[in-house]
């Protein structure tokens, strides 16, 4: 079966621009999550959907920050204006819904965002 | 909210040996707790998962061990091989997949 697919794989921009991120989750997932990794640290969780309703958007900062899955399948994130610490991989997982019994998460390669 | 911590944050040991890498969390109510291995440059990948109801897992050379009234887990890799280099994550998950919170990781370094 196909992965989580992410696109674009690498973006560079200066502070204050605008940058959307898109991922395409594994057929049949019904949650996706966003994580922003910087270097050296572990995948901190931006947003969580489960379908296309959110379900943990906590650790969003949602004054830059926006996230959708209008339709419950493929998602944007979307960063404006960014700044020099957004600078990180932006991962995209997506797993079965709780309840399905495999809760693994499959990750998408990131988009490694470069904020200059 | 949740609060995952690990140790060691690096980790070297001779090939052969055993690895091992522990990982304390704050919130009892996390029931399921996963172990992704992440290569350079890589994406993260589910190595081994253990939920509540067990104390032990065990998957060829690696292996988890769970401690719910401590709150602590650990990742046991044993005959370790140079391929094992790499960052380990634990995590913690409630039971309806929300409050999912990765610890800070571990970089092991298998020496030949």
Same mark, same amino acid.
């Given at each position: 079966?196909?992965?989580?697919?992410?696109?674009?794989?690498?973006?560079?921009?200066?502070?204050?621009?605008?940058v959307?991120?898109?991922?395409n989750?594994?057929?049949?997932?019904?949650? #996706?999550y966003?994580?922003?990794?910087? #270097?050296?640290?572990?995948?901190?969780?931006?947003?969580?959907?489960?379908?296309?309703?959110v379900?943990?958007?906590?650790? #969003?900062?949602?004054?830059?920050?926006?996230?959708?899955?209008l339709k419950?399948?493929?998602?944007?994130?979307?960063?404006q204006?960014?700044?020099?610490?957004?600078?990180a991989?932006?991962?995209?997982?997506?797993?079965?819904?709780?309840g399905?019994?495999?809760?693994?998460?499959?990750?998408g390669?990131?988009?490694?965002?470069?904020? #200059? | 909210?949740?609060?995952?911590?690990q140790?060691?944050?690096?980790?070297?040991?001779?090939?052969?040996?055993?690895?091992?890498?522990?990982?304390?969390?704050?919130?009892?109510?996390?029931?399921?707790?996963?172990?992704?291995?992440?290569?350079?440059?890589?994406?993260?990948?589910l190595?081994?998962?253990i939920?509540?109801?067990?104390?032990?897992?065990?998957d060829?050379?690696?292996?988890?061990?769970?401690?719910?009234?401590?709150?602590?887990?650990?990742?046991?890799?044993?005959?370790?091989?140079?391929?094992?280099?790499?960052?380990?994550f634990?995590?913690a998950?409630?039971?309806?997949g929300?409050?999912?919170?990765?610890?800070p990781?571990?970089?092991?370094?298998?020496l030949?």
């Amino acid at each position: 079966e196909a992965g989580v697919a992410q696109s674009p794989r690498y973006k560079i921009i200066e502070k204050r621009q605008s940058v959307a991120f898109w991922c395409n989750p594994i057929s049949g997932h019904a949650t #996706l999550y966003w994580y922003q990794q910087i #270097l050296g640290q572990g995948p901190k969780l931006l947003i969580q959907f489960q379908n296309n309703g959110v379900v943990d958007d906590s650790q #969003l900062p949602k004054d830059r920050f926006s996230a959708e899955r209008l339709k419950g399948v493929d998602s944007t994130l979307k960063i404006q204006p960014a700044k020099l610490e957004d600078s990180a991989v932006y991962l995209c997982a997506s797993s079965l819904l709780p309840g399905q019994g495999v809760r693994e998460q499959f990750f998408g390669p990131g988009t490694r965002l470069t904020v #200059l | 909210g949740e609060n995952v911590e690990q140790h060691p944050s690096t980790l070297s040991v001779q090939e052969g040996d055993s690895a091992v890498i522990k990982c304390t969390y704050s919130d009892s109510a996390s029931n399921y707790f996963p172990w992704y291995k992440q290569e350079l440059g890589k994406r993260p990948q589910l190595i081994i998962d253990i939920r509540s109801n067990v104390g032990e897992k065990k998957d060829q050379r690696i292996a988890v061990t769970l401690n719910k009234t401590a709150k602590h887990f650990s990742l046991h890799i044993t005959e370790t091989q140079p391929e094992d280099s790499a960052v380990y994550f634990c995590a913690a998950m409630e039971n309806y997949g929300q409050n999912f919170v990765f610890g800070p990781g571990t970089r092991l370094s298998v020496l030949p």
